[in-house]
């Protein structure tokens, strides 16, 4: 099992939730941070030390307070620690669960585990530490089908472009021109119309604000 793990997270109640999980698990050396800045520092001290951490659990968001951060977010923090430690597991522990956020942090990332904070989140991450130890990814069974979902849509480049436009509130007589000033092609009417109604068609969704909420509520927008 781990040896040494690193947990950052802003939150005692979330932070006290990991705390009976590890503590559960008989890890002999937890350390906590509340801040980004404060975990990336823990990170290079131990590598100056030659005693690396063996797994960072991070949480995505953290509120800014008086104390000023040059990171703000797990997504940051995460980026960095990969380029100075790359072969440190990292979990995600989080109450994030837009499956295309969730997909990013796995894809782009390079992310190992990811517990949503819900009921019976404990449990979750006992699941996930050990997955993780015998090099195996973790994702929840539900958050596994929604991210499945996902990927079964297949969004190209172009296709969430448009939405994006479509989001930014610019009407969709107008979106050739914005394709256009981009260089991006196809950028006729006709060809945003067709592409627009196959999304619309292959998500279920009747209208141009029904598309732009579904692609919100899933994170790829």
Do not use: W
């Amino acid at each position: 099992m781990f040896k040494k793990i690193l947990i950052a997270e802003d939150h005692e109640l979330g932070s006290y939730s990991v705390q009976k999980t590890l503590e559960d698990l008989n890890i002999p050396a937890v350390d906590y941070v509340y801040y980004c800045d404060d975990a990336l520092a823990k990170v290079q001290k131990s590598i100056r030390e030659n005693m690396p951490y063996d797994l960072l659990i991070s949480d995505l968001s953290f509120e800014e307070d008086h104390r000023e951060q040059n990171i703000k977010t797990g997504q940051e923090l995460i980026r960095k620690i990969r380029e100075i430690h790359p072969s440190i597991k990292i979990i995600v522990f989080s109450g994030e669960h837009k499956p295309g956020v969730i997909d990013t942090l796995f894809n782009e990332y390079q992310i190992n585990g990811y517990v949503r904070k819900a009921r019976n989140d404990s449990k979750e991450l006992k699941k996930s530490i050990a997955s993780v130890f015998i090099n195996e990814n973790y994702l929840s069974a539900d958050l596994k089908q929604e991210v499945k979902k996902l990927n079964n849509y297949e969004f190209s480049a172009y296709d969430i472009t448009l939405v994006s436009l479509l989001a930014k509130g610019i009407l969709q007589k107008n979106i050739p021109k914005h394709l256009e000033d981009r260089n991006l092609k196809p950028n006729s009417l006709s060809s945003v119309e067709k592409k627009l109604n196959t999304l619309k068609e292959d998500l279920e969704v009747t209208s141009n604000e029904q598309l732009v909420a579904f692609c919100k509520d899933i994170g790829i927008i």
